[in-house]
């Protein structure tokens, strides 16, 4: 404006560029100033009966509305491909210059990185490389490396997947957002599940970036359910304070599921939730030879999946040096846990135990035992 | 597959130092990685995979296993039971460990015994004994050497713990007073000052006149707190050894003068003093002077002391019955129970605990008019959980608590003490007496959901286990 005052001859009138239109296409609606108000004519029922006419479609108008969103989803495409390409790149110099150097400064080599993921929209990726730190921390030191090339190799499937098919809802999802639940719920590809649910689990992290997630873990107790868990997921901020739960673990339920769509669904919504008025039902019985058979079955769907629901047949935990294991009666396959539980659990059988895998540690959730259902603090 | 471990460990160690892998990769995977443009991301992510999926951890050593809590004598609270109960350690938050182990008795009294799962009880003073099988156990979990057993005698009496050995101590008392004064009597010695103070208090059940020499010599004591203990015991039999100039002090901080009410009575009361640091010594006093000194140096009898005692100052109140609880004898107690109800109030929980049980029982009409709960609590403890309904309503307590919760929908503020009642009437109640209790309290204005009422909803849950 200032240029306009001191030279007005140096602005020629022309089209309006593309990226204006874009731009105000973007913008917030500001609200409409209140229209004025008609005469007053009094309160008549007949005026109110009258039809008031409807604003005439301008074809032209919804056309270029159509044609800005399509650029806009374009371009978020776009930036999508580009974050993901910019983290295997991010990656590739890590290699380069060293996983050793990383370690010692992944809190800080990973903020730079994170904050290009957001800013590309890719959202979720930036989440899951924001909480490397915290994952890798976790373990003890000699299993730093082991983790971190665990995180670093699946960020990279998961990157060339996406790269391959940026249309696949389950791969956009892993990247940038999950679908809201108006259009999850109209969907006609998301499967749906109905039935029995008992909350098996519960977790609530503050994740770095500000936001309180909360994940509940449902079992269905059909005889043989075509989707095992359900993983209902709620993200709210930290600055909210605590929330108090709206499930009570080992609670049951007749309800209904949608699930996001995906090639082992999980992540799913509740549309339908019942208090049940009989004796709560036993865990489905039957469970597979192969303890992991279900981790092995989900990363041959999705490689990029960090952790998956389990059904553990009967076993105990054991304790080997500081680390604490649990071992399957039958065939004696230890895997090693993620957190000590508490001690009156540590000798006791478990019929059936619920756990989260994720090829390192299982983190217990649940268990069945002869002194009833044992929730753990997963 | 070691094949595969050696190489992935080769890779490994050359990406941390930052060096290309490629050479050192399987052949297999070589192959595959050759013609991508970043071959070392498509090794990483064959070494990721490998190592999240081809291979199954192992402990190296032989896994040790945990030895399980024993089962009790009483069954585990059925499940929908259970989440009430947690919810009540969550929400309700008994306020400290003499709380939790009233709950645990009041469990016990219905028949049922916690989920070690959702709460381990500690071994602490007040555990119901149905749980020692429990201390036990954790004691030897923790790698302390603990022999289970309700008798104490010369073998064991080291190898127990702490906890374990005061409570056989106690057993021991209340059916053989004499063996367990000789055995901490020859034992005792030996003990650090707090387990032997422990000890020493536990001998108030059994106590009679042979404890007396016993408790003479303890005069020679290294601890001071056990010389006053042990001093506090023999003036409990009528042998108070006073310094009377020390008694004198403190009967002058009293007045004494007389009432008429019908009869002429005495009346006994604190002086009204002007200083802190008078205060304080009055303190102090109570705590080394017994009530017979007391009583003697006021001229008076114990008696007409404590029922002639004027309630107008709490700070000297607290000291009289600090002294009372040191040093007097249960009879001393009751009359002074009694007074308090019909008068003062104050620390009224704390003489009522000390009482047997047929006294508590003696003193609950008196209470049912009291507007405070935790005398109710102490006068119940033998027998929590029981109270019906018909007696809940009746409580004072209750139309206090009703009172507080529409005097907060009024001022929009929690009475500070309305938790701590509601949890005490939760402790009392039976299940039918809980069930009137949260309807009276819904009535009242309170949601039915609060989480005062959590232990009142877990009460009117629990059904008696042999129901």
New interface residues.
Partial sequence: MWMHLDDPSAFAEAAVPDWVDDWRGRRRKTAQPAAPERASTGKSMAAAAVAESETPVDPKAEARARAAAEKRARETERGLLTAAADL?AW??DQ???????LLEELDQRRRAIAARMVDGKAQALGGRVDELPSRVAALPGEQR??AL??????L??LC?AFRGNPADPELRRAVATAETREALLGSADAPRAGGRWEVVGERVSTRRDGLVAQATWLQSLDSAPAHPFALLLDFFPAALGKRSSAF????QFEGAVVFYPAARPLRAQLVERKAIDGD?LPWPGTVAQDP?AM??AA?DAA?WTLDTPVVLPEG??????Q?H?W?ASGSG????LRRAP????????LEQTVGLW???RLALLAARSP?????FDA | MRELENGIAVMRGRWLMGAAALESAPESWRIAAEGDPEPELVLLALAAQAGRTAFRPAPDGALVQGEPPPELDLPVMPQRSRAAFRTVLQVAKPAGQADMMRLLAMVAARGWVVHPLDHLPEDSGGLPAVYAPWAAWAARSAGRNAPEGDWLDTENFDLLTPQARRRAFEACRGTDPATARDLIAERGRALPAEQRLALVAAMVIGLGEDDVPFLEGLASDRSAKVRLQASGLLARLGRAADDAALATELADFHAVGRRMLGLAQTSVGPATLKTEPQRRRRDDLYGLVSLDGLAGALGIGREPMLTGWRFKEMRATAGLVQMLLRTGSNEDIAIFATHAVHEGQERLGELIARLAPSSREALIPTLEQVAETAPLVAALAHRLGTLEAAACERLAAVEAVVKQIRAGEETDRRSPGLNQALFDLGLIADAAGAARLLDRFAKAGLARMDPGLALLRFNAGLEPADS
């Fill in positions: 295997e990656i590739a290699l380069r210059t060293g996983l050793s150097g490396v082991d090339i665990a995180e670093l190799g699946k990279v499937i060339r009570a673990e080992g609670e709560p992991l981790y092995q990363q490689p105990r935990i054991y304790r080997h040096g680390m294991w071992q396959e230890a895997l090693p508490s001690q009156a659990a540590a000798g006791m059988t994720d090829g390192e002194w009833g259902r044992i929730s």
